[in-house]
C-alpha cells in the first residue's frame, strides 16, 4: 500500500545481518521441527551438514554450541549429536543475562515487580483450586517452619523461598516452577534489602498465614488478594528501605 502523499514515511531500524552461524542455527531447528524429530533422534554428521549448508566446520560448530547452550542438542565427546530434552529451567536460564540488563534500567526492577505479582497472584488463586489435602499438608509444614525461623534472617529467608515455591508446585507446571526460581533470583535485592526491616519477619508470616488459610479454605479469590496484598507490602517495603539508604 502506497503512502499517503506528503506523508513522512515510517521509520524502521536498520536490517541486521545475521551471522552465518545464527544462519546454520535456524535451518537447524526448521530440521528438527519439520522431520518430527524427538528427543534422542540423530541429527546428520557435522560433514553431512557442512555439505547441506555449504558452509564451513566453524559455523557449523558454533550452530551446535549454540544449540546445545540452548538445550535443544545434545553432544557427547565422540559420539553423533542428538536432539536434546528441553526443559522449562534450560528456556528460564536462557534469560537471565537478559534479566539482569532489564534490572538495571530506569524502572526494570518496578517491572519486575509487577511481572512477579502476575505470577505469584495467579499461582495462588491456582492453589486454591487445585490443592490436594497432600498438598495442604505440605504448605501447614512449609508454614510452620517459616514460623519457627523469625528472628533468625537467613533461615527466615530460605524459609519464606520455600513457601511461595511451595504454593508453585501446586500447579504442577514445570514452566511456572522454573518462572518462580528465576523470579526469586531476579529480586533477591529485594528480599535481602527488605528483610532488613526488624519487623519484616513477623509481618511476612502473618501474611504468609493469610494466603494459606485461604488455600486450605478452597477460596481462590481470598487465596489471591491474599498474596497481594503481601507482595504489594513488600514492595513497599522495599521502596522505603530504599529511600531511607540510597546507598544500599
Known amino acids: 500500500m502506497a503512502e499517503p502523499a506528503g506523508s513522512a514515511p515510517q521509520q524502521r ?3 541486521r545481518r545475521r551471522k552465518l552461524y545464527e544462519e546454520v542455527t535456524s535451518r537447524i531447528q526448521e530440521r528438527i521441527a519439520d522431520l518430527g524429530l524427538r528427543p534422542g533422534d ?21 550452530a551446535m554450541l549454540s544449540l546445545q547452550r540452548m538445550g535443544i542438542v545434545a553432544v557427547s565427546s565422540g ?10 529451567a534450560v528456556m528460564v536460564e536462557q534469560l537471565s543475562g537478559l534479566a539482569q540488563l532489564l534490572l538495571a534500567q530506569p524502572h526494570g526492577v518496578e ?19 487445585r490443592a490436594t489435602d497432600g498438598d495442604i499438608a505440605m504448605l501447614a509444614d512449609l508454614l510452620e ?12 529467608m530460605r524459609t519464606d ?35 532488613r526491616s526488624p519487623t519484616a519477619g513477623d509481618a511476612a508470616y502473618a501474611a504468609h498465614k493469610a ?19 503481601h ?5 513497599r517495603l522495599y521502596w522505603q528501605m530504599r529511600r531511607a539508604d540510597p546507598g544500599s
Open 211 to 229: 494466603i494459606y488459610e485461604a488455600i486450605a479454605a478452597r477460596q481462590p479469590e481470598a487465596a489471591g488478594q491474599a498474596m497481594q496484598d
Open 161 to 195: 523461598v520455600a513457601f511461595h515455591y511451595g504454593i508453585a508446585t501446586i500447579a504442577r507446571n514445570a514452566i511456572f516452577t522454573a518462572l518462580m526460581d528465576a523470579v526469586v533470583a531476579w529480586l533477591t535485592e529485594q528480599r535481602v534489602i527488605s528483610g
Open 79 to 88: 559420539e553423533r549429536a542428538r536432539v536434546g530434552q528441553p526443559t522449562a
Open 145 to 156: 517452619t517459616n514460623r519457627q525461623a523469625i528472628g533468625d534472617y537467613p533461615t527466615f
Open 231 to 235: 507482595l504489594e507490602a513488600v514492595v
Open 13 to 15: 531500524g536498520p536490517i
Open 42 to 62: 540423530q541429527l546428520p554428521t557435522e560433514r553431512e551438514l557442512m555439505a547441506e549448508f555449504g558452509v564451513g566446520r566453524s559455523a557449523v560448530r558454533e
Open 111 to 129: 517491572q519486575f515487580q509487577d511481572a512477579r505479582m502476575l505470577l505469584e497472584v495467579g499461582l495462588a488463586r491456582c492453589a486454591a483450586q
